[in-house]
T-cell receptor, first 116, second 114 residues
Framework: QQQVKQSPQSLIVQKGGISIINCAYENTAFDYFPWYQQFPGKGPALLIAIRPDVSEKKEGRFTISFNKSAKQFSLHIMDSQPGDSATYFCAASNNAGGTSYGKLTFGQGTILTVHP | NAGVTQTPKFQVLKTGQSMTLQCAQDMNHEYMSWYRQDPGMGLRLIHYSVGAGITDQGEVPNGYNVSRSTTEDFPLRLLSAAPSQTSVYFC?????????????FGNGTRLTVT
């Protein structure tokens, strides 16, 4: 059972364009939604994260939009650069009690390619 | 700091063989976990530990054992390798008490079972 569904599976964007990756979740107990970025041969690394008490969070060119009623969240990469080419994973966790114990439920991943 | 170190980077096993994937972290993190990454499946949690001597199962624990005798080390044992265990394995660590502290991942072990 895939509790976090991510789309698209792959995405090709021209340099300077906007990359948009979408995720939907089922478990209403999820209360923490991070995005991880993974380069080939490396482990994933935290990019940006959001809690459900806000609808948007922006860090530089990266923005998370969150829609609690629809149980959806998305990553927007503005002014996409070739260096952004990587695999992106959305994730979710339930932090009841103040911690998730390091357990995340990941989406399927999106391979982003930014052409120069 | 080295962060999270995984060895080996690559491994080929024959069906039925056993092996241990090593994971060590030097950040004094309490939480450690093992994930497997498969195409189209994302990362799935195998086992996790909230401290030395304490482990629990994740989403896909069958065929794997773990132990946590020290804070630093969290090895993953494959008891009798099967082709379905062909995957990339990632170890991660994190620290409680800092809100939602990020997972720090190693660079993975690519395992092929023939």
């Amino acid at each position: 059972q895939q509790q976090v569904k991510q789309s698209p599976q792959s995405l090709i964007v021209q340099k300077g364009g906007i990359s948009i990756i979408n995720c939907a979740y089922e478990n209403t107990a999820f209360d923490y939604f991070p995005w991880y970025q993974q380069f080939p041969g490396k482990g994933p690394a935290l990019l940006i994260a959001i809690r459900p008490d806000v609808s948007e969070k922006k860090e530089g060119r990266f923005t998370i939009s969150f829609n609690k009623s629809a149980k959806q969240f998305s990553l927007h990469i503005m002014d996409s650069q070739p260096g952004d080419s990587a695999t992106y994973f959305c994730a979710a966790s339930n932090n009841a009690g103040g911690t998730s114990y390091g357990k995340l439920t990941f989406g399927q991943g999106t391979i982003l390619t930014v052409h120069p | 700091n080295a962060g999270v170190t995984q060895t080996p980077k690559f491994q080929v096993l024959k069906t039925g063989q056993s092996m241990t994937l090593q994971c060590a972290q030097d950040m004094n993190h309490e939480y450690m976990s093992w994930y497997r990454q498969d195409p189209g499946m994302g990362l799935r949690l195998i086992h996790y530990s909230v401290g030395a001597g304490i482990t629990d199962q994740g989403e896909v624990p069958n065929g794997y054992n773990v132990s946590r005798s020290t804070t630093e080390d969290f090895p993953l044992r494959l008891l009798s390798a099967a082709p379905s265990q062909t995957s990339v394995y990632f170890c991660a660590s994190s620290q409680p008490g800092q809100g939602n502290s990020p997972l720090h991942f190693g660079n993975g072990t690519r395992l092929t079972v023939t």
